[in-house]
């Protein structure tokens, strides 16, 4: 049978190549960081989710070491058959309180906790109301519970009401947001969300992965820069982005959800608990963001400069309150000559194109860090610039 298949993949691959679409992976060959090493060539790094600069964070690499002495390499075990170490119950206890929420779930991946989420709190007399560009992990959530299923348009308030009063006669209603959707880099308007939950009786879950650490005034994520700090039932995050940029993902919320989940999410229950060094940074990382601002203020400070010099420069980025910056391009094979280019240049950029993003709305992801300086910045928006001259001409 295989070589049957295999045939048929080979031609599908083909296409995809020929199409230009064919995702290449690039090998790092230095810790991460503002600037990494790409096959003996020094570049500036503009699409890693490190908006804090804390990948190779000389305290968290120290906090990590000291935590495998400690505790040891991993936990071989799941946490409802072998329990789990007083650190995992330090860090959650650590991320409650950065959020201002009641309890905490880790997972492996932030892609567990919401694949792990909305099935074993809502049923078939139930109903998600789910943003249409919300995350795969949220997306394929949502299929593994037998709620009924509503979508409504991206940070549409008008369609959401009207999903919510199609969704009235059933027994509970749960709205799903990302924070910051990551393709576009637009914050969600959560306090209208919240203004329609209230008024429906929904509650609401959001995933602050491209959030936390980035949005609000100390990074506390989108239900800080609205002022709901705590209101919110679930918030779902990682430890693989701003915080750090290790693994882990984690659920925290209201503490009879986060019991329930620790009684029924498939996740949590039959994956291994987070290793101790990954932990233990964890916990270094929450305590410094409560110590200073100064990260946060940096990367507010850059992303606004990119923005401006970029728009000056009569580029078509999209409105971002994050760290992301979508530059449009619009073609999807002109967005892969673009991040070739740009590579050439020194810089490291990726094109999205679809099914990442809907056809015909190719562009390149800028992530701006904090670890990133202005003159890092400014070679970037140059690169640009001699890229779009050489490919438009």
């Known amino acids: 049978m295989y070589n049957k298949f ?7 691959l083909a296409e995809i190549e020929a199409a230009g679409l064919y995702k290449n992976e690039r090998i790092i060959e230095s810790p991460q960081g503002a600037e990494i090493l790409v096959k003996g060539k020094k570049c500036l790094n503009f699409c890693a989710n490190n908006y804090l600069g804390l990948a190779n964070n000389p305290e968290l690499i120290k906090a990590a070491k000291e935590g495998m002495d400690a505790r040891g390499f991993g936990m071989a075990s799941v946490r409802f058959i072998c329990g789990c170490q007083d650190l995992h119950k330090k860090l959650e206890q650590k991320i409650a309180e950065f959020f201002g929420t009641e309890d905490t779930i880790l997972y492996a991946a932030c892609f567990d906790a919401n694949g792990g989420v909305f099935e074993p709190l809502l049923g078939e007399e139930d109903a998600i109301i789910s943003d249409s560009l919300n995350h795969a992990s949220i997306i394929d959530g949502v299929r593994l519970c037998k709620a009924k299923r509503f979508r409504y348009a991206n940070a549409d308030m008008a369609d959401l009401e009207a999903k919510l009063i199609e969704a009235k006669d059933c027994r509970f209603r749960l709205i799903a947001t990302d924070g ?3 393709m576009d880099g637009n914050v969600c308007p959560l306090d209208k969300i919240y203004e329609l939950a209230e008024k429906y009786d929904a509650m609401v879950m959001v995933d602050e992965s491209h959030s936390a650490g980035v949005v609000g005034k100390t990074g506390r994520g989108v239900t800080e820069r609205y002022n709901l700090k705590g209101k919110v039932e679930i918030i779902t995050g990682t430890l693989g982005k701003a915080f750090g940029g290790g693994v882990g993902g984690f659920t925290t919320g209201k503490k ?26 964890g916990i270094r990382m929450f305590e410094m963001m409560s110590e200073t601002n100064e990260l946060q203020d940096k990367l507010h400070a850059n992303t606004d400069y990119f923005l401006k010099r970029m728009h000056e420069e009569g580029f078509d980025c999209k409105p971002s309150e994050s760290a992301i910056c979508a530059v449009m391009i619009y073609d999807a094979a002109k967005s892969q000559q673009y991040a070739a280019k740009m590579q050439e240049e020194g810089i490291f950029v990726t094109g999205f194109y679809y099914p990442v993003v809907p056809k015909g709305e190719a562009r390149i992801r800028v992530q701006i860090s904090a670890a990133h300086e202005k003159e890092h910045l400014d070679k970037c928006i140059a690169a640009f610039v001699k890229v779009r001259k050489e490919i438009e001409g």
């Open 6 to 12: 295999q045939e048929h993949l080979k031609k599908e």
């Open 180 to 182: 910051v959707f990551s």
């Open 256 to 281: 009879e959800i986060i019991d329930m989940l620790r009684q029924r999410s498939r996740p949590y229950l039959f994956s291994n608990s987070l290793a101790p060094g990954l932990v233990a940074a």
